[in-house]
C-alpha cells in the first residue's frame, strides 16, 4: 500500500481529514446551541425581523398565515437561519484556523485581521440590508397601489429578507477579496485603478442582478459601498505592497 506523505504543515492525509471532522463537529454544535437559542428567544427574533415591514406598514404591521403549519416552519427557519447567522463569527474562525497551517509564515500573520475584516464587513452589510428593506418594501408597495392592503405571509417576507441580508452580507465581503488577490500577486493596485471604470460598470450591473427586491433604492445603497470598497481596496493594496 503507498504510504502518503506529509505535508509542509507535518500532518498526513488521515490528520487532515481528522482535523476537517473537528472544525466541522465544533461548527455543527456551536450552530445546534445558538440554534436552541433562537428557538426559546423566537418572539424576539420574530418582532425585530418584522422592524422594517412596521414601518413600511405601521397601519398593518400583521403577518397572515393560511396553512396551519405556516408557524412551526417559521420558528424552525429562525432558529437554523439564527444559528447560521450568529455563529458565523466560529465559522469563520475555524474555516481559518484549518488553512492557516497550510500558509507560509509571512501568510499567516494574516489570518486574524483577515477573519476580523470579513466578520465585520459582513456583519455591516447584513445591519445595511436591515435598515434599507422597510424602503424596499413601500417602495413595492407603491408599485401595487393604494388598493392594496398588505398582509404578508411570514415565511415569504422571512425568505425574501434573508436572502436580502445574506446578499449584502457576502457582497461587502468584496474589499476582503480584493486585498486577498493583491497580496497572492493576482492582480495589482495598479491593475485595478487602471481598470476603475469598467469596475464601477460592472458593479452597478451586478447590484441591479443580485438585489433580490429589485428597487432602485437597495441597488443604489448596494453599488454605492461597493465602489468606495473597490478604491478602498486598492489604497491597502498599495500599504501591504510598501
Given at each position: 500500500m503507498p504510504k502518503f506523505r506529509k505535508a509542509e504543515t507535518g500532518m498526513?492525509?488521515?490528520?487532515?481529514?481528522?482535523?476537517?471532522?473537528?472544525r466541522?463537529?465544533?461548527c455543527a454544535i456551536v450552530i445546534f446551541l445558538v440554534g436552541v437559542a433562537a428557538w426559546i428567544f423566537y418572539p424576539h427574533i420574530l418582532s425585530f425581523l418584522a422592524g422594517p415591514y412596521c414601518n413600511a406598514s405601521p397601519k398593518h404591521c400583521t403577518f397572515l398565515v393560511t396553512n396551519p403549519l405556516d408557524g412551526l416552519t417559521l420558528r424552525f427557519k429562525i432558529s437554523i437561519y439564527g444559528g447560521l447567522f450568529f455563529s458565523s463569527p466560529v465559522i469563520f474562525w475555524q474555516a481559518w484556523r484549518f488553512i492557516t497551517p497550510g500558509m507560509k509564515a509571512s501568510e499567516r500573520k494574516y489570518a486574524v485581521p483577515f477573519v476580523s475584516a470579513s466578520?465585520?464587513?459582513?456583519?455591516?452589510?447584513?445591519?445595511?440590508?436591515?435598515?434599507?428593506?422597510?424602503?424596499?418594501?413601500?417602495?413595492?408597495?407603491?408599485?401595487?397601489?393604494?388598493?392594496?392592503?398588505?398582509?404578508?405571509?411570514?415565511?415569504?417576507?422571512l425568505g425574501l429578507f434573508l436572502l436580502t441580508m445574506l446578499i449584502f452580507g457576502i457582497?461587502?465581503?468584496?474589499?476582503?477579496?480584493?486585498?486577498?488577490l493583491e497580496l497572492a500577486g493576482l492582480v495589482t493596485p495598479k491593475q485595478l485603478l487602471h481598470a476603475w471604470r469598467y469596475a464601477i460598470i460592472i458593479i452597478t450591473i451586478a447590484a441591479a442582478v443580485f438585489t433580490p427586491s429589485g428597487d432602485p433604492v437597495s441597488m443604489l445603497v448596494l453599488a454605492?459601498?461597493?465602489?468606495?470598497?473597490?478604491?478602498?481596496?486598492?489604497?491597502?493594496?498599495?500599504?501591504?505592497k510598501k
Open positions: 498526513t492525509l488521515a490528520e487532515h481529514l481528522k482535523e476537517i471532522r473537528h466541522f463537529f465544533v466578520i465585520v464587513f459582513f456583519a455591516a452589510g447584513v445591519v445595511t440590508a436591515y435598515f434599507i428593506f422597510g424602503q424596499a418594501i413601500q417602495w413595492l408597495q407603491s408599485i401595487g397601489g393604494k388598493e392594496l392592503v398588505s398582509h404578508y405571509n411570514p415565511n415569504q417576507y457582497t461587502f465581503l468584496f474589499p476582503v477579496v480584493l486585498v486577498a454605492a459601498p461597493l465602489i468606495a470598497f473597490y478604491f478602498m481596496a486598492i489604497g491597502v493594496g498599495k500599504l501591504f
